[in-house]
Protein backbone atom coordinates (compact mmCIF):
# COMPACT_ATOMS: atom_id res chain seq x y z
CA UNK A 1 0.00 0.00 0.00
CA UNK A 2 1.33 3.06 -0.93
CA UNK A 3 1.05 6.15 1.20
CA UNK A 4 2.33 10.03 0.59
CA UNK A 5 1.63 12.28 3.31
CA UNK A 6 2.33 15.72 3.01
CA UNK A 7 2.98 18.70 5.39
CA UNK A 8 4.65 22.29 5.66
CA UNK A 9 2.47 23.79 4.13
CA UNK A 10 1.03 27.56 5.30
CA UNK A 11 0.19 31.24 5.00
CA UNK A 12 3.67 33.73 4.41
CA UNK A 13 3.44 36.81 3.18
CA UNK A 14 5.01 38.06 -0.32
CA UNK A 15 8.92 37.42 -0.57
CA UNK A 16 8.77 34.68 2.03
CA UNK A 17 9.51 30.82 2.00
CA UNK A 18 8.17 27.56 3.19
CA UNK A 19 9.67 24.24 2.59
CA UNK A 20 6.81 21.17 1.89
CA UNK A 21 7.52 17.62 2.79
CA UNK A 22 5.97 14.35 1.54
CA UNK A 23 6.54 11.30 3.08
CA UNK A 24 6.33 8.12 0.81
CA UNK A 25 5.40 4.74 2.73
CA UNK A 26 5.27 1.80 1.14
CA UNK A 27 6.94 2.88 -1.70
CA UNK A 28 10.94 2.32 -1.86
CA UNK A 29 11.73 1.90 -5.47
CA UNK A 30 14.32 4.07 -7.01
CA UNK A 31 13.74 4.61 -10.96
CA UNK A 32 10.58 5.92 -10.23
CA UNK A 33 8.84 9.43 -10.98
CA UNK A 34 7.69 12.15 -8.12
CA UNK A 35 6.31 15.05 -8.17
CA UNK A 36 4.28 18.42 -6.17
CA UNK A 37 1.54 19.77 -8.33
CA UNK A 38 -0.76 22.51 -7.58
CA UNK A 39 -4.39 23.31 -8.16
CA UNK A 40 -5.96 26.93 -7.30
CA UNK A 41 -9.61 27.58 -6.64
CA UNK A 42 -11.68 27.37 -10.27
CA UNK A 43 -8.01 26.19 -12.02
CA UNK A 44 -6.86 23.06 -13.44
CA UNK A 45 -4.12 20.81 -11.17
CA UNK A 46 -0.62 21.98 -12.90
CA UNK A 47 2.77 20.56 -12.58
CA UNK A 48 5.00 22.63 -10.73
CA UNK A 49 8.07 19.95 -9.98
CA UNK A 50 8.98 16.79 -11.16
CA UNK A 51 12.15 14.55 -9.86
CA UNK A 52 13.50 11.18 -11.14
CA UNK A 53 14.14 9.24 -8.31
CA UNK A 54 17.10 7.26 -10.01
CA UNK A 55 19.60 10.04 -10.70
CA UNK A 56 17.47 13.59 -8.87
CA UNK A 57 16.91 14.96 -12.22
CA UNK A 58 14.31 17.61 -12.24
CA UNK A 59 12.24 19.53 -13.88
CA UNK A 60 10.67 22.69 -13.46
CA UNK A 61 7.45 24.54 -14.52
CA UNK A 62 8.46 28.05 -16.10
CA UNK A 63 6.49 30.18 -13.27
CA UNK A 64 8.48 28.83 -10.35
CA UNK A 65 12.48 28.28 -11.79
CA UNK A 66 14.65 30.20 -9.52
CA UNK A 67 12.67 30.86 -6.92
CA UNK A 68 11.50 26.62 -6.38
CA UNK A 69 13.53 23.30 -5.47
CA UNK A 70 12.66 19.70 -5.74
CA UNK A 71 14.86 17.72 -3.81
CA UNK A 72 14.75 13.84 -2.58
CA UNK A 73 16.26 12.11 0.79
CA UNK A 74 16.15 8.36 -0.40
CA UNK A 75 17.07 7.48 3.02
CA UNK A 76 14.16 9.13 4.88
CA UNK A 77 12.64 8.43 1.33
CA UNK A 78 11.27 12.22 1.51
CA UNK A 79 10.58 14.10 -1.34
CA UNK A 80 10.87 18.25 -0.97
CA UNK A 81 9.88 21.26 -2.21
CA UNK A 82 11.45 24.79 -0.96
CA UNK A 83 9.73 27.55 -1.98
CA UNK A 84 11.73 30.86 -2.15
CA UNK A 85 10.70 34.18 -3.13
CA UNK A 86 6.72 33.36 -2.99
CA UNK A 87 4.50 35.29 -4.67
CA UNK A 88 0.63 35.75 -4.29
CA UNK A 89 0.22 33.55 -7.67
CA UNK A 90 1.44 30.83 -5.53
CA UNK A 91 -1.55 30.25 -3.46
CA UNK A 92 -2.66 26.77 -3.97
CA UNK A 93 -3.04 23.34 -2.43
CA UNK A 94 -0.07 21.51 -2.87
CA UNK A 95 0.13 18.02 -3.54
CA UNK A 96 2.79 15.20 -3.83
CA UNK A 97 2.38 13.06 -6.45
CA UNK A 98 4.61 9.38 -7.36
CA UNK A 99 4.44 6.75 -10.39
CA UNK A 100 7.17 4.45 -11.41
CA UNK A 101 8.93 2.83 -12.64
CA UNK A 102 9.22 5.46 -15.26
CA UNK A 103 12.43 6.35 -17.74
CA UNK A 104 13.72 9.49 -16.40
CA UNK A 105 13.56 11.27 -19.64
CA UNK A 106 9.79 11.36 -19.85
CA UNK A 107 10.00 11.93 -15.91
CA UNK A 108 11.82 15.47 -16.97
CA UNK A 109 10.34 15.75 -20.18
CA UNK A 110 8.11 18.97 -19.08
CA UNK A 111 5.08 17.35 -20.64
CA UNK A 112 3.76 15.27 -17.66
CA UNK A 113 0.60 15.52 -16.41
CA UNK A 114 -1.29 15.17 -13.40
CA UNK A 115 -3.13 11.70 -15.14
CA UNK A 116 0.34 10.09 -15.81
CA UNK A 117 0.32 10.12 -11.75
CA UNK A 118 -1.34 6.76 -9.33
CA UNK A 119 -0.76 8.12 -5.99
CA UNK A 120 -1.26 10.96 -4.61
CA UNK A 121 -1.17 12.86 -1.25
CA UNK A 122 -3.95 14.39 0.55
CA UNK A 123 -2.69 17.62 -0.27
CA UNK A 124 -1.33 21.16 2.14
CA UNK A 125 -2.60 24.57 1.93
CA UNK A 126 -0.18 27.36 0.72
CA UNK A 127 -1.43 31.00 1.44
CA UNK A 128 0.65 33.93 -0.06
CA UNK A 129 -0.59 37.56 1.04
CA UNK A 130 0.99 40.55 -0.89
Known amino acids: QVRLVESGGGSVQAGGSLRLSCAAS????????MGWFRQAPGKERERVAT????????DYTDSVKGRFTISHDRARNTLYLQMNSLKPEDTAMYYCAAVGPWSNSRCVSGRVMATDFGYWGQGTQVTVSS
Open 51 to 58: LYTGDSRT
Open 26 to 33: GYTRSGDC
